[in-house]
Structure formats: structure tokens, C-alpha cells
């Protein structure tokens, strides 16, 4: 409770002037109500009257930056305990835990490659050269003075999940390297503009200032689709973790190609193959041969709830709801299965279906109380159809690593315990 | 033909206060010109055909002393791997059932050596080497993978020489391959 309290930003400052201010009955209720009901068991339940209107809360500034309920503690990122070092490593977004499509910033999925940098803004730069006729210096008050814009858009790892055993237990453990966010910056068209592309320009080197000065080739075509430069999310400032003061954002391509911390964009004509797009981040195929320069995510979808991890308390009316998304676009239909694959029917999508954002899906189920395997396949609006696991290890093999969007189904014991129906 | 070098001239002023000013054609104006030496301190990216390969050399022996120094603690004394990644060893591997996937097995490119390591190692304190440093520790990488001798000196010439045994086993994107 108390290490709960301090990260929610009730800083000693604070508490000593409340404690001074407010005396003990106040402080009770504010450091103490947690407790103090748990230990109460029954007596804020009807026909009692609860704790909590018994004295008034906290105070008007007692958090200056709000954060959630010491009661929803256990939300947080899921960041694995056996990493080898956690310099250049992931953490991964409680996907069972949320609700709709945005994913609040306090639990967007992270990867870094070189830890996370703090970087001050006004000693930042965006440096645009190479193949343009007038190379350029950006500070963050430059490129607010753009044209802005704001759109909602999914990000996901390349590497979510793998292909090999052992899957993980939860949803989150599964594919917890997708969140979505709206994201507020200037098109990057209007940049490269500013600088007057010349005719041979067919690939930008976009570059981090992290400790692995990060470093992607993206295809022209993409910079002058739907390519932003964003400096902010959810309506506030990037959080460092995800590029404070400065990103570039693609939607629909994998995700460290969004390069984060964006110091510099090299404009080419061919990709600097970099150590990022050439041992990490190309797919090796059985035969040998691999894959380079695959961007796009592919279709994908989950069943949040109920889903690996959880449990249904009784036989009865259960929501089966879970997230869709594509690279390609829109999702046109989630299907979904309560009978091991053997019929699909439509699940409802909550509007509005964004282009390239997560897409909530939602699917009315009464449960008998017996064993049961639900699943869910995204279908987006160039028809592709999300696979299974066993169609993409044909043609794929476990080498693949990366890009796996396949189907992944919960098993419903009769006890009413959700677990991977793959594991 | 005086009219025409005059009309020359004058062409060649107005194309001059035309194209001037990094602003006179911006939309939007916003920026300021980057010169030469500032884009030459900050573009570390190193082409695949060796382009942009800065000035120096260093030999596999020296590489070796620095590999001992900054490198083997995360990636192993002859770069079998540790807390970093497997450097060495794999080649014959990547079209099996268990591949190992090194710099000698599955890097296409030996430039990306020198551009990574510059850019990005020792993970403790990048962008720290010198830039003979880089060649040499490049130049170890390479001789511990069997693809430079270990009396050979690496610069920029000789690193874009190097193929790499993967080289040719890079494809496109062949996505939707499940229909």
C-alpha cells in the first residue's frame, strides 16, 4: 500500500501538509481507506452506509498527476523477471486488463534497444539531409509550427509472440507488444517537402538519439503515405518511453521502424542495411532463405475476455469480448468460435472502425458450464483471413520468429478456468 | 551573342535568388540550413558498398585487445555469446532445424560490422571507440568468424571487399504466404 501510495505521486511534501492541514481522522481516510475497508469485510455494504461518505477524500492537488486507484495496483506492465538484461528489452501491455482501443500511456508496450534516454527538448534536434535540395536543422518549436494533425493508430513489436513453445499463459503474455494511442504531430510529408526531395530519393534512414543511435530504412512510398512525426499521445507529451521529445510513426509497420527519440532522417536511394533490418528483423524460412524489409503487420485478433488466466465464476451469460487489427487497413469482420473451430459466427465491432487502430470486438455467449475452446479470426478489408498457428509453422517453420499473427484459442475447463488451449 | 551572354547572366543571377535563400522555396519556411560540417558530425551511417567508411585501420590483434577489454564480458572471450549476442560460429547452420545466427553465418553485410559496432557498442558507452578502434574490433569479429586472415589490417577498402557467406540468402517480402 505504502509503495503503491509513493508511485502514485503523493510525494512527502504532500503528505507532511496534509498530515499537518488535515489531522489523524484525514489521513486515516486517505492513507488508510484501502485497508481499512478490506478489514471491514461486509460493513460498507447495503444496508450500512460505506466508509467513504462517512468523512470527506482526499484534497483538490493531493496528485497533481492523477493515476489510477490504489485499488487497480496489480494493473501495470508486464515485464518479465528472467530477462538477461533489461538494457535492451520489452515490456508488455495488460491486455486483459482494458477496455475499448487506447491504451493508456502508463501501459503502452515498450522495447528499447539502448535503455531509455532523457532527453531535453530544447537541446534536441532533427537533422533532414541527404537527397533534398535544402537539408535542414528542426527544434521540438519548429515542428509544432507545422500543420498538425492527430490520428488513432495501433503499434505493434514484429516479435509477438514467437513461434515457439512455451506460449505464454495470458493474453498479454501472448501479444502484449500491441497497444494504440492517438497520436498528434506533423505529416512527414510536409517536412520532406520543406527540405525539396530530389528525384533519386526512395528510401529515408531514420535515426534515435538512445544509446543505439536505432536506426531503419523506410521506404519512400511510406513516408509520403501516411508517415507522422509525433510529439504527442493521448493528448499529452510522448512519455520518454516512447520517444519523448520526438517520433517518427508508421502506421501499420512494425514497430521499430516507428524509431523513437528521432534525431535524424537520412534521405537515400537505396536502404543502409542496418544492423536492425538485417540481423534482427529479417524472418529466416526453413529452406534458409530470409526475409528482409518486411514491414506490414499482418490481420490479427485475441480474446481478452474471458481469457488465459481468468476464470468464470458460474454457467450463464458471459461477454466474449478481444481486440482486431490490421496493417493493411480497416477490419472488415471478427469471427468467432465457442465450439473448437467448428463454427464462426460475426462478433460485433464497436465503432468507429479506424484504419490501422485496434478494433474492439464483442460476441454475446451464454456458457453451459462445460469444457469449451473459444477462439476469435480477424478478417480486414483486403480479405486477408487471420491464420492458425498450424498454417503459418508450414510454411514458415519455427525460425520464423517474427510476424506471427496466428489464431490464438482459449480452452474452458469445466471449473470454468481459462487457459492457452495451445500451451 | 553578347545579348545572349547577357541574358545568360542575368538568367543564372535569377536562378540564384531563386534557389538562395533555404527558405525563398520552403512551404512553410520553418528550419534552418544544416551545413556541411554539422551533417558530417551526426551521419554515422555507413552504406552497404562501404560509402561514408571514415578514415583508419586497425588490425585483428589490436581488435583483439580491445574485443578483451570492451567486448567479452557480454559476449564471450571468442565471442560465443553471453549476456550479448553470439558473434562467431553458426556457418553451415541457417537453413537447418536449429540455426545459429551469427555476424560469420547470417550478417549479409560487413559494413553493417563497423556501422553497428560505432554506433551502438559497448552498450555501456557507445559512440566511445575510436574509429580504429572500430576497424579493429570490426577486423576481430571477422578473423574469429574465418573471413580475415589474422594478420590482416581492415580499412575502408578491404571492409567493403569482404563478402559475406549470407549474402545472397536475403529475399523479399513474400507476405500473404498463408492463403
Known sequence: MTKARTTDGIDATTRRRFLKSGGAALSAVVFGAGTAATAAGTDNLPPDIPEWMKAPGEPMGSQPYGAPSPFEKNVVKNISKNLKQYISASSRTPLQELDGIITPNGLFYERHHGGVPTIDPAQHRLMLHGLVERPLIFTMDDLRRFPSQSRIHFLECSGNPGYTKPYGKTASDLVGLVSCAEWTGVSLKLVLEEAGLRPEAKWVVAEGADAAALTRSIPIEKCLEDAMLVYSQNGERLRPQQGYPLRLFLPGFEGNMSVKWLRRLHVTSEPTYSREETSKYTDLLPDGTAREFSFYIEAKSIITRPSGGQRLDAPGFHEITGIAWSGHGRIARVEVSVDDGKSWQSAQLQEPVLTRALTRFRFPWRWDGKAAVIQSRAIDETGYVQPTLDQLLAVRGENYFYHNDAIWPWRIADSGEVTNALA | ?179
Open chain 2, 1 to 179: 551573342m553578347r545579348w545572349r551572354e547577357f541574358g545568360g547572366i542575368a538568367f543564372a543571377i535569377l536562378l540564384c535568388a531563386w534557389t538562395g535563400g533555404a527558405s525563398a522555396q520552403s512551404p512553410y519556411g520553418i528550419g534552418r540550413s544544416a551545413s556541411p560540417a554539422e551533417i558530417a558530425g551526426w551521419n554515422i551511417d555507413i552504406g552497404r558498398d562501404g560509402s561514408n567508411l571514415p578514415e583508419g585501420r586497425g588490425t585483428v590483434s589490436r581488435g583483439g585487445e580491445v574485443f578483451a577489454q570492451q567486448c567479452a564480458s557480454c559476449h564471450g572471450d571468442k565471442g560465443e555469446g553471453g549476456l550479448g549476442d553470439r558473434l562467431v560460429g553458426g556457418q553451415g547452420t541457417i537453413g537447418t532445424a536449429r540455426p545459429i545466427r551469427t555476424v560469420g553465418s547470417y550478417w549479409p553485410y560487413a559494413t553493417t560490422l563497423f556501422d553497428y559496432i560505432r554506433r551502438a557498442m559497448p552498450q555501456n558507452a557507445p559512440q566511445s571507440l575510436s574509429n580504429d578502434d572500430v576497424y579493429a574490433v570490426s577486423a576481430y569479429i571477422l578473423s574469429l568468424n574465418g573471413l580475415l586472415g589474422a594478420d590482416a589490417t581492415l580499412d575502408a577498402k578491404s571492409l567493403a571487399a569482404i563478402k559475406m557467406p549470407n549474402r545472397e540468402k536475403f529475399v523479399g517480402d513474400a507476405r500473404p504466404d498463408v492463403k
